[in-house]
């Protein structure tokens, strides 16, 4: 068949109907149909061949390879009730990551900062409210771990002996934006898609939405928010690096919820996750009990911090709060509170068990013992 043939039978039954056919019809009918079959699968009207690739804008089924899950890459935050639910963030993804004032999502991030080049993965972080030597010094903080503090007043300060292994380690790990070439958020996107050109980098960490100057983009406030959104959705997939989002709440009160999350919808649509960082507090627990009708003797009262878990598109996951316990002088959301997060700074240290030939083994962790994984993600759901 000549490709005139082809594009004229195309034309004649485009629009034929099957009932108006006669027998001669139908029978070019299927010999054309068979034809376009073979067409399919040779020319290349779904992409390229094999002497010209190209890709494809429609797949057929054949050509959808199936997904490979051992192939993705995560970064574990170090939170288990958050990495046995959801198995990390994905590289290639976006997370937004919400919660009032003072929750604890700087604080969150610049750990999982440290998590992350423990799992050889670097970072990068931009922080439109803190400036540089502050970011360093959370990480600092966070990276000595309680073992490795000295008081001083209500102070605390990294022991000099590990100042240097920590700073020496965290070197080429974690890079943070000077904000001294503008907070425009074009520029920090171009600063971003070059930086990644040239570095390898696996995760962003942008805090925060509201810190970046906007005026660039069109159209109104939440136009201009749902534009920046998908450009870091599609960034993330094509640079293949996990972005955390840090997006106010439009409300100071009340239980904050994934829908009151500044801007419109959109900017939660667009996410592959959607975290909520909640403080424990009287307000936290008084507006949960009334909210989801918990008890007040509920074990997640005991932590300091929760991370929600309000949206997950890979898994599914949704309504898991993970608990957290707060360490005041090294910054740490740990998962009990005796715990010692150890970071790639130090060598691996045996962790103290609480066990000595005389008691029972058991963790100083409010009444629970340490858990890890999947084990820890059912626990939580259990215990509220
Ligand atoms: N449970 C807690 N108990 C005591 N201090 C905490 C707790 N959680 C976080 N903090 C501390 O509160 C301060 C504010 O935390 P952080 O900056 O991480 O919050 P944030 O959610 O990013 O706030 P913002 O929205 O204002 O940027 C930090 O010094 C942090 O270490």
């Not at 574990?76 to 009032?100: A, M, P, Q, W, Y």
């Not at 858990?371 to 939580?380: S, W």
Request: proline letters at 2%; charged letters at 30%.
């Amino acid at each position: 068949m000549t490709r005139d043939e082809y594009f004229q039978l195309k034309q004649k039954y485009a629009n034929a109907g099957f009932e108006n056919m006669t027998d001669a019809e139908m029978s070019e009918f299927v010999s054309y149909s068979n034809t376009f079959a073979k067409l399919l699968d040779t020319v290349s009207l779904f992409g390229g061949d094999a002497l010209n690739p190209k890709p494809r804008m429609f797949y057929r089924m054949k050509h959808i390879r199936q997904a490979d899950r051992s192939k993705i890459v995560s970064v574990k935050s170090g939170l288990n009730g958050v990495d046995g639910r959801i198995h990390g963030f994905n590289k290639g993804e976006l997370s937004i990551v919400s919660g009032t004032n003072g929750s604890g999502k700087s604080t969150w991030l610049s750990q999982i900062a440290l998590e992350a080049a423990t799992q050889g993965f670097s970072s990068v972080i931009f922080s439109g409210e803190l400036r540089a030597p502050r970011v360093k010094e959370w990480l600092m903080l966070q990276a000595a771990g309680r073992d490795s503090l000295v008081q001083d007043g209500w102070m605390y300060h990294v022991e000099s002996s590990a100042r240097e292994k920590i700073e020496n380690w965290m070197d080429e790990k974690i890079y943070v934006y000077n904000n001294d070439f503008g907070l425009a958020v074009k520029q920090i996107m171009k600063a971003l898609e070059f930086f990644t050109l040239i570095m390898d980098v696996d995760v962003i960490v942008l805090d925060n939405l509201m810190s970046m100057d906007l005026r660039e983009y069109p159209g109104d406030k939440y136009e201009k928010q749902t534009a920046l959104t998908m450009e870091l959705s599609n960034f993330a997939k094509k640079r293949n690096v996990h972005i955390f989002f840090v997006c106010h709440p439009r409300k100071s009160m009340g239980l904050l919820r994934k829908e009151d999350i500044s801007g419109t919808a959109d900017i939660t649509n667009a996410a592959d996750n959607v975290l909520i960082v909640h403080r424990v507090n009287n307000d936290f627990k008084n507006r949960t009990m009334d909210f989801f009708k918990w008890k007040a003797d509920a074990a997640i009262y005991n932590c300091s911090n929760v991370v929600e878990i309000c949206k997950n598109r890979d898994l599914g996951v949704q309504d898991v709060f993970a608990e957290s316990y707060f360490d005041q002088p090294s910054k740490l959301f740990l998962n009990y509170r005796d715990e010692y997060r150890h970071y790639g700074w130090e060598p691996e240290k045996e962790e103290w068990t609480g066990e000595t030939p005389f008691d029972n083994g058991k963790h100083d962790d409010g009444g629970k013992a340490a858990e890890t994984g999947e084990d820890q993600g059912d626990r939580l759901e259990a215990s509220v």
